[in-house]
């Protein structure tokens, strides 16, 4: 249960059970509180992100890496807090470095892909837990980086998160027939002289920070939802890749915003919160496609 939720709900008087009408007008009041504030715009720029780059993960396939690229960036927070450095700088180098070799192992060994991102899933993850182990006393914002603070985002973070997603977005702009290109034809787009690998690449390095940006909001563990959930469901009601990027971006603001809600209305883990309504929307529109197919 985060401190700053209790700290807003218990200004109720004690044994005051308040009514549901006090309830939603204290949610709105909450936005009083410059860390709501903050945690409303992070959760709004992260979702413009992770749409944008999610949309591109899901349509290449690059699910299952993204999730190797998420737990191996565990490895870094660790290396970060053994040699003192900041955790975001150190998860965000793991994750490129990441990246790159799950790249190179993709394009040149594809049939034993998946065992490789496994293996790197998993050494990330130990080289993550032992320098934790190695590093003296107790860091308290460890946990931050597995299971997300959004609620603690300092302005720094939201500031960076910004610059990137409109670097992302540029960069979409300016390349968005080259990436359908690659998308969908892969052949194609050698024949037409467009650079695949280097696409691909730049998009791997692209995930790998997005994710180091996430993890601030739902954390490590649980950031591959919010990059694959949105554009997924966004896949079945769109009929281009600009579209599919438009609807991801609108979902993810939408499971944040109720994430967040839910979270301080129940008085419960925000990143969770909001997995859970992005998963909650996953099944609805999964079942829903069900019963259109009869």
């Known amino acids: ?13 004690t044994g005051y059970s308040p009514s549901i009408k006090e309830k939603q007008t204290r949610m709105w009041s909450a936005l009083q509180f410059e860390f709501m504030r903050n945690a409303v715009l992070s959760g709004v720029i992260i979702s413009i992100l992770c749409g944008i780059i999610g949309t ?13 690229i998420a737990h191996a960036a565990y490895g870094g927070v660790g290396l ?47 080289t ?23 609620l603690s985002v300092p302005k720094m973070e939201i500031l960076i998160s910004a610059l990137f ?29 467009i650079p695949v690998r280097l696409l691909y690449f730049l998009i791997l390095i692209f995930t790998g920070l997005s994710v180091v940006i996430a993890m601030r909001m739902v954390g490590l563990i649980l950031v591959i939802a919010l990059i694959s959930i949105p554009p997924y469901i966004a896949e079945n009601y769109t009929h281009s890749l600009a579209q599919m990027m438009v609807l991801s971006c609108l979902l993810g603001i939408f499971f944040t915003i109720s994430g ?3 979270s301080y209305y ?6 969770a919160s909001i997995i859970l309504m992005s998963g909650s929307g996953f099944f609805i529109s999964y079942f829903l496609r069900i019963f259109e197919k009869r």
């Open 260 to 262: 967040l809600w839910i």
């Open 56 to 68: 591109l993960v899901v349509v290449n396939r690059l699910v299952f890496m993204t999730g190797g």
């Open 266 to 271: 129940f008085n419960i883990s925000p990143g």
């Open 128 to 150: 993550g837990i032992i320098f934790v182990d190695l590093s003296r006393g107790y860091n308290v914002d460890l946990m931050s980086y597995l299971f997300g603070s959004i």
């Open 1 to 13: 249960m985060n401190a700053r939720w209790i700290s807003l709900h218990t200004a109720y008087p």
């Open 80 to 126: 970060a807090i053994y040699t003192g450095m900041s955790p975001f700088l150190g998860a965000s180098i793991f994750s490129v470095v990441t990246s790159l070799v799950m790249g190179v192992v993709t394009l040149r060994d594809k049939d034993r892909a998946d065992t490789v991102i496994g293996v790197l899933w998993a050494v990330g993850m130990a």
């Open 165 to 193: 997603t409109a670097l992302v977005i540029a960069g979409v702009y300016f390349s968005y027939k080259e990436l359908i290109a690659v998308s969908y034809d892969e052949e194609f787009s050698y024949v037409m002289g």
